[in-house]
């Protein structure tokens, strides 16, 4: 009885640390959507049109889904709609940024300065 | 056969002695711990990744190690100031290399950006080599965190990832055609792109023995 006991805890013991190794991790704090990439493309120099649709369809997709966008995601956006001549939308995007991430503050009041000016 | 002779030893001294194969092995491996005091005292909530250094011959390590370091750093729990943003910022004032943007004294960053801490970044390798047998893929990268208050160096990390392309056929000829043809899908493939993501990950991840700690944002903030 004693040697199946023990085997047993052994047993256990070897699939607990198989486990913890495949558990795949905690749930993300973020929907990550096509961010990366899109800022990879815009870095590399990419044209700007497809960026706009396919972030924007993200947006649409975390607000249908109640879930967070990362950080930068909105500044990211904004400068996009900066650069196509759209005022108004980058501007609204830099106030969202800010009221979802504080610690922005600094630098979008920064970036919206400039378009006061 | 290894069933029959589980089956024959004495069980408790067995698993005691497995137990005990995994603490000293464990002890072996293990890195030298890293001294998270001034971390924990800096407490950041903002990290600006400045752009990296490249001393790989690839002009797209930079623009994949940005956007890639995003997602670990966010994921851990920090704020990232946006990459797209601040790379435009920096070559708006005339700043085109990356030593340069360096170069710039914690307290200008720090009122440009309001960012706590600055993430200073140097690819050491990125892209496909051709190696006669094998073509590898490799990305690797150091990192140092520095808080912009205080201009102290608060972490420091380096990941490297490759992988080669193997030939399972074995003979030479095979090998050397193998290694040519996957060289030239090496360097139009995303292999380089994919390496460099999971590099930034390893560099940059919360949760690992020697990696950043948990930010403001993570739940697990404070329990590392």
Partial sequence: MEARVLRRVFLVFLCAAALSGCSGGPAPLYYWGNYESQVYSYLSGERREKQIEALSADLEKAESDAKALPPGFYAQLGLLYMEAGDDAAAIACFRTEKERFPESAAYMDFLLGNYGK | ?224
């Fill in chain 2, 1 to 224: 056969m290894l069933k029959r002779s589980f089956a024959a030893l004495p069980k408790a001294p067995l698993l005691a002695a497995l137990l005990g194969a995994g603490i000293l092995l464990s002890a072996c491996v293990s890195p030298p711990q890293k001294d998270y005091t001034a971390f924990r005292e800096s407490r950041p909530y903002s990290i600006l990744i400045m752009p990296p250094v490249n001393l790989s011959p690839d002009m797209k390590a930079a623009p994949t190690f940005l956007s890639a370091s995003i997602r670990p750093l966010a994921e851990a729990g920090y704020y990232v100031i946006p990459v797209s943003l601040s790379s435009e910022t920096f070559r708006q004032n005339g700043i085109s290399a990356a030593e340069e943007a360096q170069a710039i004294r914690p307290e200008r960053l720090r009122e440009i950006f309001g960012a706590d801490a600055a993430l200073y970044l140097t690819i050491t390798r990125f892209g496909a080599s051709y190696a006669l047998i094998d073509s590898v893929v490799a990305a690797a990268a150091s990192a140092r965190l520095v808080d912009l208050r205080s201009g102290r160096e608060i972490w420091s990390g380096s990941a490297n990832v490759s992988e080669g392309s193997t030939n399972a056929s074995g003979d030479l000829f095979g090998m050397l055609l193998t290694a040519a043809a996957s060289q030239i899908l090496n360097t139009i493939s995303d292999r380089a792109y994919t390496a460099g993501r999971r590099a930034a990950g390893e560099l940059l991840s919360a949760g690992k023995t020697g990696g950043v700690l948990y930010g403001p944002y993570n739940p697990n903030y404070g329990t590392d």
